[in-house]
């Protein structure tokens, strides 16, 4: 059985850095996180492909960073500058159903994910 496990969550001062971390079992790679504010609905935050091509959200873009260790399996969130409205569960996906990477923001196109890491940033 696949399991998805993040780390690296926590409380941070506006304007701080966090680096969030997935590891995925079985061999299947980790692809995506994506964020849940309290209320809201759980929206893509960042995806990197087989190849390495990144993609990110508005709301992030410049200021955080996805990377992959292929030879671990491990997936990275490096979030710099991080506002309170970054407040969030954050969730690693992986596994993909298929279908081009314009779609890497719906979650029904991954087969696996984390139970989250709550991401706290202060004004």
């Known amino acids: 059985q696949v399991q998805v496990v993040e780390s690296g969550g926590g409380w941070v001062k506006a304007g701080g850095s966090l680096r969030l971390s997935c590891a995925a079992t079985?061999?299947?790679?980790?692809m995506a996180w994506f964020r849940q504010a309290p209320e809201k609905e759980r929206e893509g935050v960042a995806h990197?492909?087989?190849?390495?091509?990144?993609r990110y959200s508005d709301s992030v873009k410049g200021r955080f960073t996805i990377s992959r260790d292929s030879a671990k399996n491990l997936l990275y969130l490096e979030m710099d500058n991080l506002k309170p409205e970054d407040t969030a569960m954050y969730y690693c996906?992986?596994?993909?159903?298929?279908?081009?990477?314009?779609?890497?923001?719906?979650?029904?196109?991954?087969?696996?994910w984390g139970q989250g890491t709550q991401v706290t940033v202060s004004s």
């Open positions: 079985g061999g299947v790679p980790p």
């Open positions: 996906a992986a596994g993909w159903r298929g279908g081009g990477w314009s779609r890497w923001s719906q979650m029904t196109n991954y087969y696996y």
């Open positions: 990197i492909d087989i190849i390495g091509g990144t």
